[in-house]
């Protein structure tokens, strides 16, 4: 094979691994979308916050100790030694699904009913909370990640792509980022258990009965608002997973809640309402942006990856207004 | 009704907060950012500029007699908070803006000229305001981007042996007014010394460059660049370690060289270099100064973990400058209380030799510095700094040299010109 | 008491159909603006005029525009902060390249050219409708910023990409640059506020305005009764974007004075008009204005209270204003999910029965 085609297969690779980390998080949107119809936009700042307190804990650092500092002029910041990733990471899921509780106790209880722009906004309110509250609680310096996450390029494949070129040429082989690897098995994994989940449990079953009709779901007497406590815990366990692996990748900081960014044309793409739209649309997506990037990108003076991923949804629209897997849009009048 | 005059009213109030009268201190405000994507970096350099000044009152009861006075403002790395802070600073006789972000250094120059107030936008901002005929108030020493530009290239020379024909150099940048800086420098010196540029964008805020390292990969420049901040630089050398790319081939700005950037990429780190204009670590004297009368009594800003991080570095070594500004103002006018008038002819006759450094307690921290009418960029000299993950700390590697002046002078001259002659702007006469 | 409609006779159509029928509320329209005409260029200062109402104005003409787009004919863009670019760069090119040309005639000419802009990225919404036009017009938001940053025509070739705005003069006086006077800038963007609340408050009074606010509650309903969607969609994406293209021309020409794209006309600043809008309420010229109002001087005042008044660290006050806000937009949210326009409605349909309410 000849280098030229390597390159592209690297970046096609490369870019369905790209892909895999938005569609971790358009996972979270999609969650909850499909359970309430809520377009939760502080999805981002709940993997910023998850990961924050993840680093917290792992590191052993007091909640709010500047805050506590500056009332009372002492010079607290750490607790000791910190703690095991495993109790770490457990205690992280406890507060998320503490604030899933907070967040339905106080803020959608009040709003069952209302506009999705209503809802919409809400959570923006919620993301604005959260960022002021992340950062008074844990500090906003950068903190570094490590869960015991291997990651750099795997010299295994690099070896045995290079034998693929064609005899004399001078290829390195393929590069391919162990982290990412990782965090494909992570996917696959998580969307496994949430089909099993959705299709073989009781509290499953209830989910997808509230996420076709409320009100039926009502009428047979499941409880929305436990369900809206467990679809939000779950979304912030996603959260968690998304805020791992990018943190892994740049450390954990403010700009950590602004993958979603990356992750709404993956969302219009699959469509709101479908886990595996999200897998799918963040293949495509991924794809789709470094291979124009590495084909049209120099061309055109290169950084074309934030908008061409919007074109590119944008393109898939216009043949399925409601996103690939989306449910069909009927209107009557 | 009622309720909305009552709220109108507190609205008045609080705003007339804003702006109360001027005290007999010397004014420094801080535009500094402890929250939002640059957090990271805002944090340690609004430290250090609040601490020196802290160290200057603790230890000789301020600068000429007369107590310094930090007004911390929080921008966010925002330009229209930028802008809400000086115009709520500017009233309590500030002496010297440190905006600490291009976008905010540029909505300055022509305000902070018209109030007559100066702006040191030290090694940052916009690189022609070194012409000081031109740029009256605004002052960008030690060194600007087009010498950082410059000093890399020497670098690379010096590894090179001298030869750069058909090198390939690749500059990774952050898609903004920053990151362009060092283009039009880079492609002159591409010119002279006949090798071959490369340029990869990276767009705010930078946490996915695997399109960018792709291409690096690929074509294996001889040496790669960066003018990157915040998040990009952590993913940049992070992605670069990945990949395998010889870190000592990598060499960032100075705003790409601090502990948070290299840290998170652990032991593949070892070996990134940058280039400098002060001096890396905390062995030197003012470090003792600053734990007894400042960390040790509590007055500290942070909570003392960032001494001697190349941030916090250089946050002090801009109060530094700043406080010996002022303290030469005084001296030129024989006065203790300053006016921002003042502070500009002081920052313009600042001249700070070795022997002066080495009474502050900052022996060897930076090269010398004169500032003149004509010349408001400084020595515009710079090393090369090199991380070494093991022991966790930068090191010089490199003495102070300087920029390649043929090249960056003219390209001074000729962008400065054009500021001038689009605001109608007589460059001043300084005498030579 | 004094708010009332009793006793006020209308004796023709015109008196009837104008824009406030109640006495009370017109004297108090047209004392406010006189104040804000008259009296307020003599107390203004630099720290008013940049930090306070020179702000406020702008974004108030932005939240005015998307207003028109999303709160009356529903159509959610999130492409503002492209659109504001596209006036403000128009604007520039214009002035530089024309200098002699009156600064009034450029800013409408750069609304003007971001209408046809608007137009252009309007088309979608002919097939894709709600959220998904929402992430759709994000494409518009990210590429005009990605053009702006990289073909150099549009910045006059300079060094860096950054733009400054030149000083240019109405009637004599400064209105841009670093020596203009605080009343005359301020007068200057408030005649345009002032001028173009009116012209949208009568807009969506008329047959277009119905017409939007047809497509809005039901397009297909819409389309059977004889509302055309392709020209009502696209005349909502044409005026909005024009008013936001003002907007933008006067964000950068007068209020900032020097702009990048990526950091002045970002995705956040998409997202802020949205917040605005929602704010203040969705489909409400009034609720544009408190919006706007909220969401720009909320941060100040709290910042002056807890950082000049009672003197907390800098740091902890930008983590609590960030909580302050987003609780406070909660708070509004399930008091009166209709915004704060919806909160002063109610209260005066109260003060109409005052103080005999029974």
Not at chain 1, 27 to 45: E, R, T
Not at chain 1, 231 to 252: D, H, N, R, Y
Request: with cysteine.
């Amino acid at each position: 094979m000849s280098p030229e085609f390597l390159y592209t297969i690297e970046v096609i690779l490369n870019g369905l691994m790209a892909g895999i980390m938005y569609s971790l998080v358009a996972l979270g949107f999609v969650l909850i979308f499909k359970a309430s119809g809520i377009f939760n936009y502080a999805q981002g700042v709940m993997a910023l916050f998850a990961a924050l307190t993840l680093v917290g804990f792992q590191s052993g650092q007091i909640p709010f100790s500047h805050l506590i500092n500056v009332m009372f002029g002492t010079e607290y910041h750490h607790w000791g030694e910190g703690m095991n990733n495993f109790l770490a990471i457990v205690l992280t899921i406890l507060v998320m699904i503490a604030f899933a509780w907070l967040v339905e106790k106080l803020v959608l209880k009040h709003l069952v009913n209302q506009a999705p722009i209503i809802l919409f906004m809400a959570t923006i309110g919620l993301a604005f909370f959260m960022e002021g509250f992340g950062d008074l609680m844990w500090g906003a310096n950068i903190k570094t990640l490590d869960v015991g996450i291997p990651s750099g390029g795997s010299f295994w494949w690099e070896d045995v792509t290079r034998t693929w070129a064609t005899e004399g040429s001078e290829y390195y082989g393929m590069y391919i980022d162990v982290l990412d690897v990782w965090a494909t098995g992570i996917a696959v994994a998580l969307v496994i258990v949430l089909m099993l989940f959705s299709q073989f449990t009781k509290t499953g079953r209830a989910l997808r009965a509230v996420a076709d009709d409320h009100q039926a779901a009502l009428t047979v007497g499941i409880s929305l608002r436990t369900i809206w406590v467990i679809v939000w815990s779950i979304a912030g366990i996603v959260a968690l997973v998304a805020g791992i692996m990018w943190g892994s990748k740049s450390g954990v900081q403010f700009s950590l809640s602004l993958i979603a960014l990356k992750a709404l044309p993956v969302l219009i793409l699959g469509g709101f309402t479908s886990i595996p739209g999200a897998i799918i649309g963040g293949l495509i997506i991924g794809v789709g942006e470094k291979l124009f990037e590495f084909w049209v990108g120099p061309l055109i003076g290169g950084a074309t990856e934030n908008w061409f991923a919007y074109v590119l949804a944008l393109f898939f629209l216009m043949f399925r207004p409601q996103g690939l897997f989306g449910e069909k849009i009927i209107e009557r009048v | 009704m009622k309720h909305t005059k009552l709220a109108a009213a507190a609205v008045a109030m609080a705003m007339t907060l804003g702006a109360n009268t001027a005290s007999a201190d010397l004014v420094f405000p801080s535009l500094d950012y402890r929250t939002g994507p640059y957090a990271p970096n805002g944090i340690p350099f609004a430290d250090g500029y609040s601490d020196y000044f802290t160290l200057l009152n603790e230890r000789d009861g301020g600068i000429g007699g007369v107590p310094a006075r930090v007004l911390p403002c929080e921008t966010g790395y925002n330009t229209e908070k930028g802008v809400e802070c000086y115009e709520s600073t500017k009233g309590e006789g500030a002496l010297v803006y440190q905006p600490l972000s291009t976008g905010i250094t540029y909505q300055l120059i022509p305000k902070a000229t018209a109030d007559g107030i100066p702006v040191h936008s030290m090694g940052y901002g916009r690189t022609s305001a070194a012409n000081g005929k031109v740029f009256s108030h605004i002052f960008n020493y030690p060194g600007t981007y087009w010498d950082a530009a410059s000093i890399i290239v020497k670098h690379i020379a010096d590894q090179e042996g001298g030869d750069l024909k058909d090198k390939t150099i690749a500059l990774v940048y952050h898609n903004s007014a920053y990151g362009k800086e060092p283009i039009r420098t880079l492609e002159e010196l591409a010119k002279k010394h006949g090798y071959n540029l490369t340029l990869l964008a990276v767009d705010h805020p930078g946490q996915e460059q695997k399109s960018q390292w792709l291409q690096i990969r690929r074509e294996r420049p001889d040496y790669v660049l960066m003018w990157g901040w915040g998040v990009m630089n952590q993913v940049a050398i992070q992605e670069a370690a990945n990949i395998r790319y010889p870190m000592d081939h990598f060499i960032g700005v100075w705003w790409s060289a601090s502990e948070n950037d290299v840290l998170p990429a652990g032991d593949a780190a070892n070996g990134y270099k940058a280039v400098a204009f002060h001096g890396v670590g905390s062995g030197f004297g003012v470090y003792d100064d600053l734990k007894k009368h400042v960390v040790d009594t509590g007055k500290a800003a942070g909570d003392g973990s960032n001494l001697g991080t190349v941030l916090y570095n250089r946050g002090m070594y801009a109060a530094m400058l700043a406080s010996e500004a002022a303290r030469t103002a005084q001296e030129i006018h024989g006065t203790a209380d300053i006016t921002p008038a003042m502070m500009r002819d002081g920052m313009e006759a600042l001249n700070l030799t070795e022997a002066r450094m080495a009474e502050l307690g900052l022996a060897n921290f930076g090269p010398e510095v004169s500032v003149d009418c004509a010349n408001h960029g400084g020595p515009g000299l710079g090393a090369i700094q090199q991380w070494d993950a093991a022991a966790g700390t930068w090191s010089l590697i490199t003495e102070f040299t300087g920029a390649d002046r043929d090249v960056v002078d003219a390209l001074i001259a000729e962008d400065s010109a054009a500021f001038a002659a689009e605001n109608n702007i007589t460059p001043r006469d300084c005498g030579a | 008491m004094f708010y009332r409609e009793s006793g006020d006779f209308k004796t023709s159509y015109s008196g009837d159909q104008q824009i406030f029928p109640i006495a009370f509320d017109r004297w108090v329209v047209i004392a406010f603006c006189a104040f804000a005409f008259v009296v307020v260029p003599f107390l203004i200062n630099d720290y008013w005029e940049k930090s306070v109402l020179v702000p406020v104005l702008v974004w108030s003409l932005a939240a005015l525009g998307l207003n028109i787009l999303t709160g009356y004919c529903g159509q959610v863009s999130l492409g503002t902060g492209g659109f504001m670019a596209v006036g403000a760069y128009a604007s520039y090119k214009l002035t530089t390249s024309f200098p002699e040309m009156n600064m009034f005639i450029v800013i409408l000419l750069s609304g003007g050219v971001t209408a046809l802009v608007g137009i252009v990225f309007g088309l979608p919404s002919l097939r894709i409708k709600g959220f998904y036009l929402a992430v759709a017009t994000l494409a518009s938001q990210f590429f005009l910023v990605w053009l702006f940053n990289k073909v150099p025509w549009f910045y006059n070739y300079s060094a860096s990409g950054q733009i400054s705005a030149p000083e240019r003069f109405v009637f004599g006086i400064a209105i841009s640059g670093p020596n203009s006077p605080p009343w005359a800038t301020y007068l200057f963007c408030l005649t345009f506020v002032v001028v173009f609340a009116l012209i949208a408050k009568n807009l969506t009074r008329g047959r277009l305005g119905r017409s939007w606010m047809a497509i809005r509650d039901m397009d297909i309903a819409a389309e059977i009764i004889g509302v055309p969607p392709l020209k009502t969609k696209l005349s909502a994406f044409a005026v909005s974007s024009f008013y936001i293209g003002i907007s933008g021309a006067l964000f950068f020409m007068v209020y900032l004075g020097a702009a990048e794209p990526t950091e002045a006309f970002g995705i956040e600043k998409s997202f802020l008009v949205l917040f605005m809008i929602i704010i203040g309420g969705l489909g409400s010229i009034f609720g544009s204005f408190i919006g706007a109002a909220f969401m720009i001087l909320m941060p100040v005042l709290f910042k002056n209270i807890m950082v000049g008044g009672l003197g907390w660290p800098t740091d902890l006050v930008a983590h609590l204003i960030f909580m302050l806000i987003g609780g406070l937009i909660m708070f509004f949210l399930i008091v009166e999910p209709h915004g704060l326009a919806q909160l002063w409605r109610v209260t005066k349909e109260k003060l109409r029965l005052w103080p005999f309410p029974h």
